[in-house]
């Protein structure tokens, strides 16, 4: 390549965790960026693995928000038509946090 000395080619890699969200009648994705991994230390992987947690962390925060946030709309939009929401089945159909299996 004439006119061109020493080229340098840059790569970035970004890895994201991404969770989905799905409905008959909507659906939502949720996208964090996840650190890249080039450590070797033992002190590096620690530090690596605590950003990867805060992350997830972050992610499953985001999700449970929204999804409180869809049932408190559909328990408003039922009140509105008179209906009588079961909570047993609003657990089902969006879940339930199982506190006891957090970190």
């Known amino acids: 390549m004439a006119g061109m000395k020493n080229p340098i080619c840059f790569y970035a890699l970004t890895i994201f965790s991404t969770a989905t ?10 996208t964090h960026p996840l650190p890249s991994s080039t450590t070797t230390s033992t002190a590096q992987k620690t530090e690596y693995l605590s950003t990867l947690r805060q992350s997830v962390t972050k992610l499953q925060d985001e999700v449970n928000a929204f999804l409180t946030e869809k049932m408190e709309v559909d328990k408003a939009l039922a009140a509105e038509v008179g209906l009588k929401v079961d909570e047993k089945k ?14």
């Open 21 to 30: 969200y799905t409905s008959p009648s909507s659906s939502r994705s949720f």
């Open 90 to 103: 609003e657990e089902e159909r969006y879940g339930e946090e199982d506190v006891e299996d957090e970190g």
